[in-house]
């Protein structure tokens, strides 16, 4: 690994058998738990998402940063036949073993469209108190962008153009933390089956389910205080997105963060470490008012 990689300094690292399946997770500092849920692009883990803000988040906060299932150093597995509904029953066995009964969650991209769907829909049960969802939710175009997310072969090349679409300014497309730690991790015995596996259709489909497939998240039904993040020039969301969203999910804040494309926790860290922290102290301190609408920066 390249040597200039940044590791949070407070994370350590663990593992855990998952009905069979090892599981690795990231735990750092004291206080309520934290759930932090990364991203589903070639080369996601805890370490690769949150690197800019495990640290700042375990100031205040017990982290937990797990591995979804196929990803960073959890088993390259991949269910043909449940896919999504495997991964989120792991998610789920994972937060039981480890002993979580109450915590607030932050997703990002994946991460934040699979917690939203969870509150939305009660699928499963995760003791959720507060959530945070970064440029998750909403319909997810199958355009240029989504195709470099998707079309990554095992070089470097396509490695910088994924970086290229989750990011608005071009110094990350060369930035070690993303390109170096991402290529490594995607290009690891497993990483790039149990990842490209999910972006397979078959041809006997009837309609198309993920990007370019309707969004039909019940999020009126979403019953915990959420907060939502999005970038002004996501390019990998319709302009406009997060709007809706925050208009459905019934008690909500919403940031537009500008000059931020989709990784809004890397490219605007500061503001997200300040935006999480002061949003979760205050949401689960129950002497305040819970939650105020629509506030846009």
Not at 79 to 98: P, S, Y
Not at 196 to 206: D, E, L, M
Not at 207 to 228: A, C, K
Request: aromatic share 8%.
């Amino acid at each position: 690994m390249n040597p200039e990689i940044d590791e949070p300094i407070s994370a350590r690292s663990h593992y855990v058998e998952v009905s069979g399946l090892r599981t690795h997770y990231l735990e750092g500092g004291e206080g309520p738990t934290l759930i932090l849920l990364h991203d589903g692009g070639f080369g996601g883990s805890g370490a690769a998402t949150w690197y800019r803000n495990f640290d700042a988040f375990a100031s205040r906060f017990h982290v937990i940063a797990p591995d979804w299932l196929g990803f960073g150093r959890t088993a390259k597995v991949h269910d043909f036949e449940g896919g999504r509904a495997r991964r989120l029953w792991h998610m789920t066995r994972f937060l039981e073993e480890i002993g979580v009964d109450a915590a607030a969650f932050a997703g990002v991209s994946m991460g934040a469209t699979l917690l939203l769907q969870v509150l939305a829909s009660k699928e499963q049960d995760w003791p959720v108190q507060a959530a945070v969802a970064i440029s998750g939710g909403g319909f997810m175009p199958n355009n240029a962008a989504r195709q470099s997310m998707v079309g990554f072969d095992g070089t470097r090349e396509s490695m910088r153009a994924l970086v290229r679409a989750m990011t608005l300014d071009p110094r990350w497309e060369n930035d070690p933390n993303l390109l170096d730690r991402r290529l490594h991790d995607a290009t690891q015995p497993g990483a790039w089956e149990a990842v490209a596996a999910a972006r397979f259709k078959s041809p006997v489909a009837a309609e198309p389910e993920g990007f370019g497939g309707q969004d039909r998240t019940p999020y009126e039904d979403i019953s915990v205080p959420t907060l939502l993040i999005a970038g002004a020039d996501d390019a990998l969301r319709e302009p406009g997105y997060a709007d809706d969203v925050a208009r459905r999910v019934p008690h909500c804040e919403l940031h537009v963060l500008s000059r931020c494309g989709h990784m809004a926790n890397i490219e605007q860290a500061e503001q997200v470490n300040d935006l999480v922290l002061e949003f979760l102290v205050r949401t689960l301190n129950p002497g305040n008012e819970v939650l105020t609408r629509g506030a846009t920066t």
